[in-house]
């Protein structure tokens, strides 16, 4: 079926330290990986995506890294600040169609001062 | 350059009622996608449209439709509505098919 799965649902770092989130996917079709940071009350928003074609991705302090034959990728944010604190969600295109995204649960990442 | 607009932002209404949810893509992005929002089921995709024509669509009942207009302006609607689809329903927009951009969303409660 379509599944996204997320891990951790909650998740506390220290200010400076390093966050990393998970995601397994179940669709093997699947070509491309967004990730979104919702703070609250807000909209999401993009804050980086990788297609199927590459292994890694980086932008600065995030980073995403992508197994297809394991069917997982992760989400790295390095030297967080309180301002990384917010829900974070990833999400997988379905059956290779990247119109249609399967979003996993989201993780909400308190980043401590 | 506008962002995603989606009105109206708050709505309530009864059980029974239908409602029509509008978002205005990004100039120049033709696909538009819809999305429910609930703390207990996450983000769930609803339906996307491309070029007025519906492309996907989600697991969700009949009572939910959509369409897309050849500005790309994009509509859903909920007919007979549910206490259970009191939400926050996103839109989001693309120029093709990644990178989409969301709005911040039409919060609807049925009472």
């Known amino acids: 079926g379509e599944n996204v799965e997320q891990h951790p649902s909650t998740l506390s770092v220290q200010e400076g330290d390093s966050a990393v989130i998970k995601c397994t996917y179940s669709?093997?079709?699947?070509?491309?990986f967004p990730w979104y940071k919702q703070e609250l009350g807000k909209r999401p928003q993009l804050i980086i995506d990788?297609?199927?074609?590459?292994g890694e991705k980086k932008d600065q302090r995030i980073a995403v890294t992508l197994n297809k034959t394991a069917k997982h990728f992760s989400l790295h944010i390095t030297e967080t600040q309180p301002e990384d604190s917010a829900v974070y969600f990833c999400a997988a295109s379905m059956s290779g169609n990247t119109g249609k995204l399967i979003f996993g649960q989201g993780t909400t990442l308190q980043v401590k001062p | 350059k506008a962002g995603v607009t989606q009105t109206p932002r708050y709505l309530i209404k009864t059980r029974g009622q239908q409602v029509t949810l509008s978002c205005s893509p990004i100039s120049g992005h033709r696909s538009v996608s819809w999305y429910q929002q609930t703390p207990g089921q996450g983000l769930q995709f609803l339906f996307e449209y491309f070029s007025e024509t519906q492309r996907n669509k989600g697991n969700f009942p009949g009572r939910f439709s959509g369409r897309q207009f050849s500005n790309s302006r994009s509509e859903m609607n909920v007919s007979t509505l549910e206490l259970g689809d009191s939400a926050l329903y996103l839109c989001a927009s693309s120029p093709k098919n990644y990178g989409y951009t969301f709005g911040s969303g039409t919060r609807l409660t049925v009472v």
């Open positions: 990788i297609r199927s074609n590459v």
């Open positions: 669709d093997s079709a699947s070509n491309y």
